[in-house]
């Protein structure tokens, strides 16, 4: 089991950036994909970015390509999340999770097994 904190968010004006850092624990990180997730206020929680145990793939919801940049550093336990030219609709608690295999199969919440508890990212216009 692989446990997860999420680091970096906080308020940005619109066409800004942040990066966030997801610090993890746990002997198998190596071996497991990773993802990013948001939530917005009564929304579902969705799918951002993904990246491959060995970062040779990454995956990126349509809604943030050419933006959003998720890389991750296997000797540091940490996947990251750059994002820029934020937008106001990026607003939501952003939530790291550990892949349930070392590729991504899914996009989908069911392919993730750990999650973070989640950092508050705020765009505003």
């Known amino acids: 089991q692989v446990q997860l904190v999420e680091s970096g968010g906080g308020l940005v004006q619109a066409g800004g950036s942040l990066r966030l850092s997801c610090q993890a624990s746990g002997r198998t990180f190596n071996r497991n994909s990773m993802g990013w997730f948001r939530q917005a206020p009564g929304k579902e929680r969705d799918f951002v970015a993904a990246i491959n145990w060995n970062g040779d793939m990454t995956y990126y919801a349509d809604s943030v390509k050419g933006r959003f940049t998720i890389s991750r550093d296997n000797a540091k336990n940490t996947v990251y999340l750059q994002m820029n030219s934020l937008k106001p609709e990026d607003t939501a608690v952003y939530y790291c999770?550990?892949?349930?295999?070392?590729?991504?199969?899914?996009?989908?919440?069911?392919?993730?097994?750990?999650w973070g508890q989640g950092t508050q990212v705020t765009v505003s216009s």
């Open positions: 999770a550990a892949g349930q295999l070392p590729v991504i199969t899914t996009t989908h919440r069911s392919g993730f097994g750990s």
